[in-house]
């Protein structure tokens, strides 16, 4: 057996015996996605899972081309979507100059488009799952499998162990697609106004050019 097919076997058994407990305790189980490529093995792995709803957070600023690979995925992969996005129209977000709140103020921009969607759905007992790897930022090496947030949201992270090129490999045995733009440049995949394309250098710095920002704020609200 070699180190990765020991991984995958090690992430099934996992899943199997976490998400089948959190069935016995009758909870809601969620995971989110942003549908990039590196999201494509884990929404595979779930998608032999009864019980997981998808999240889809739709800031209404993701790319033409996440929302068609997020449906593209579903019909090939089954799994069950639910989109959400803010209740606050584009005119509410606007800045008292009257400019839209990516243009100044990354943080609060995020927090409504993607955080507070998110709290809305979620209540205490829930399950939150999310594709967050290691080898991603400083903040997500340092997160432990499971967790429980300050709202009593139990965080589940199965692909902390994995690596881009666990990834990789994971597509090609499967025959699994990736984003649409990857071809086109474009490595880690956020909102259209916060992401340019990769330039050689560490993928998460293709998002919120100009800011010390690596995280949207999803993945920080814990102990
Ligand atoms: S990534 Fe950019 S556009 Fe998207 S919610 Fe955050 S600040 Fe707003």
């Known amino acids: 057996m070699t180190a990765f097919s020991e991984l995958v076997a090690a992430t099934e058994s996992d899943l199997a015996t976490t998400l089948g407990g959190f069935r016995e305790e009758g909870r809601r189980i969620y995971a989110t996605s942003s549908f990039q490529t590196q ?5 595979h792995l779930l998608s032999q899972h ?7 957070i739709d800031t209404g600023y993701l790319f033409p081309e996440t929302y068609d690979f997020a449906h593209d995925l579903q019909g090939r ?6 989109q959400v996005r803010s209740t606050r129209t584009y005119a509410e977000q606007c ?3 009257g400019a839209l ?3 100044r103020d990354v943080d609060a921009c995020c927090r409504l488009n993607k955080v507070e969607p998110m709290e809305s759905l979620l209540r205490p007992g829930d399950v939150w799952i999310s594709g967050i790897r290691a080898d991603q930022t ?3 090496a340092s997160k432990p499998r499971l967790e429980t947030d300050d709202r009593g ?3 589940y992270h199965p692909m902390l162990k ?3 090129r666990d990834i990789y490999q994971y597509l090609r045995e499967h025959g699994l697609p990736k984003h649409p733009l990857e071809s086109a440049g474009y490595l880690s995949i956020g909102c259209l106004p916060c992401t340019r394309k990769w330039d050689g250098s560490d993928a998460r710095s293709a998002r919120w050019e100009g800011s010390s920002k690596t995280e949207c704020g999803l993945h920080t609200n814990t102990p």
Do not use: E
């Open 39 to 43: 999201s494509v093995p884990l929404l």
């Open 50 to 56: 009864a019980g997981v709803s998808v999240v889809l």
């Open 77 to 82: 992969l089954g799994f069950d979507l639910k």
């Open 95 to 97: 800045t008292s100059s």
């Open 101 to 103: 709140l990516h243009t």
């Open 138 to 140: 400083a903040t997500r």
């Open 153 to 155: 949201i139990l965080r």
């Open 162 to 164: 994995w690596t881009a």
